[in-house]
């Protein structure tokens, strides 16, 4: 059973810096074809997917958040992290990490998913 566990400040102040963990266990970041994901949602919006690394190491970005964004992993840990710079109010959500299998044909589904974490950026 492969489980996720955000961790990370509740509270990041407007021009700062919004740093996420992703804790994985049951299971490696680096088995083959899975994609390491960070989703958020905004309150009372749909779920707006960030970012996310793959087992290789590769990775990509939305580009309306491509050049605040950056997703970072620590293999000896199992984890991975999300650091958002220059928040403002409208960054605050609820921040999910997520697993992603893609087969070759391109499809993909989500399997696994973080419970949530409740980031609020306010002063």
């Known amino acids: 059973q492969v489980q996720l566990q955000e961790s990370g400040p509740g509270l990041v102040k407007p021009s700062q810096t919004l740093s996420l963990t992703c804790t994985v266990s049951?299971?490696?970041?680096?088995?083959?074809?899975?994609?390491w994901n960070w989703i958020r949602q905004p309150p009372g919006k749909g779920l707006e997917w960030m970012g996310a690394i793959a087992y290789e190491g590769s990775r990509n970005y939305s580009p309306s958040l491509r050049s605040r964004t950056s997703i970072s992993r620590d293999t000896s840990k199992n984890q991975f992290s999300l650091q958002l710079s220059s928040v403002t109010p409208e960054d605050t959500a609820v921040y999910y990490c997520?697993?992603?299998?893609?087969?070759?044909?391109?499809?993909?589904?989500?399997?696994?998913w973080g419970k949530g974490t409740q980031v609020t950026v306010s002063s």
């Open positions: 049951g299971g490696s970041i680096t088995s083959i074809y899975y994609y």
């Open positions: 997520a697993r992603r299998l893609t087969y070759s044909s391109g499809s993909y589904y989500y399997d696994y």
